[in-house]
């Protein structure tokens, strides 16, 4: 018989009394989603990388006390959550120093992996998804993506539930008006 996995709630308490393993295995559970949620927030591979990296090590010099009633999913999407607004600032910044920089590069001009994505029916899906405003692209990584509870979405977020019902309504909405063909005929 094959031993079962300690739970969530036993690796974070395992954890927090000083056990280096059980926070590897925390690790394990989460990374591919901290960095999924992550690129879907940043849009950039080597920065979503470093954000989830950055989550990680985070917790792990800082765990948080107990009693707290967060649980380890909910803090390191919170965690990562503040790390990705705070590469998107940054990046923000220095996008405002390089404009003058980039005026001789075509301004329809993608990276080839890009173009590539944009072959296939996702890439539509993708692309759309992109140009989500960051709230709304944020609140519906991680409950329609990463399958939070909206309790943990809201505790990631410091919303409410209504605004994050609010949100993930506009966006889906947005996506739509993206991807459905427009009637120009108009008429039933």
Sequence with gaps: MAAQEP???????????????????????????????????????????????????????????????????????????????????????????????????????????????DEDQGGKLAEAFEHLPVEEREVMTLRLIQKLPFKEVCEVTGLTRDTVRYRIAKGLERLRAALLPQNPGGGS
């Design 7 to 117: 739970s969530d709630e036993e690796l974070e308490r395992r954890w927090k009394q000083g056990s280096a393993p059980a926070f590897s295995l925390l690790f394990e559970r989460y990374y591919k989603r901290v960095y999924g949620f992550a690129y879907r927030f940043v849009q950039e591979r080597g920065a979503a990388e470093d954000i989830a990296q950055r989550a990680f090590l985070n917790l792990y010099s800082k765990p948080p006390s107990g009693g707290q009633g967060t649980t380890f999913k909910a803090l390191v999407f919170r965690v990562a959550r503040n790390e990705s607004l705070n590469h998107l600032k940054w990046r923000a910044r220095r996008r405002e120093v390089e404009v003058e920089a980039a005026s001789d590069v075509p301004l329809d001009a993608k990276p080839p992996e890009r173009r590539l994505d």
